[in-house]
């Protein structure tokens, strides 16, 4: 069986309190089952905290950089993938993932849900709006919401009995 490897996408400067501790334990929860987390691997919001909840469950990390640099990577990433492409890496964060959890939400997010729908890909969307939720939810059927992190990993794992 592959290791499976879940992406979590989420606002970076923008993310809020509760963002970010929703990632962390998104992130320790992730490298608790034993997954492989994705994240675009900045140092900021929804990026860092699940890298380090994942570090902290000593979990392995990835992250994929918009920039060609690594000067800006979280500190909790271990395999850091620079790409040069800017925003264009979202394609690369959705192709790379098998389940995709969405925390949070701005424009960068939306566009990596609107790839992972596109590409048929399980989203969970953590911490939405209704409005949000539904707009997705209405788009695919692959989208589904998640109350909590618990639900969100519980949710992952029947999407990840498939790969």
């Not at 998104?26 to 919001?45: D, E, H, K």
């Not at 380090?52 to 918009?66: D, F, N, S, V």
Request: aromatic share 4%.
């Amino acid at each position: 069986m592959r290791q499976a490897i879940v992406g979590v996408m989420g606002p970076g400067e923008q993310a809020t309190a509760t963002d970010w501790q929703l990632a962390y334990d998104l992130g320790q929860r992730i490298a608790r089952q034993g997954w492989i987390l994705l994240t675009g691997g900045r140092s900021v919001g929804v990026m860092d905290a699940a890298s380090r909840g994942a570090k902290q469950a000593q979990g392995l990390t990835i992250g994929i950089l918009p920039d060609s640099k690594t000067t800006d990577v979280s500190a909790a990433v271990d395999i850091v993938i620079p790409t040069g492409m800017g925003n264009a890496r979202n394609v690369i964060n959705i192709l790379s993932s098998h389940v995709v959890i969405a925390c949070g939400m701005g424009s960068g997010t939306a566009s990596e849900v609107a790839l992972a729908l596109k590409a048929q890909k399980p989203v969970i969307l953590l911490n939405v709006s209704v409005t949000c939720a539904a707009f997705f939810q209405e788009l695919s059927v692959y989208a589904v919401v998640a109350q909590n992190p618990e639900a969100a990993i519980e949710l992952a794992r029947q999407a990840l009995k498939n790969i």
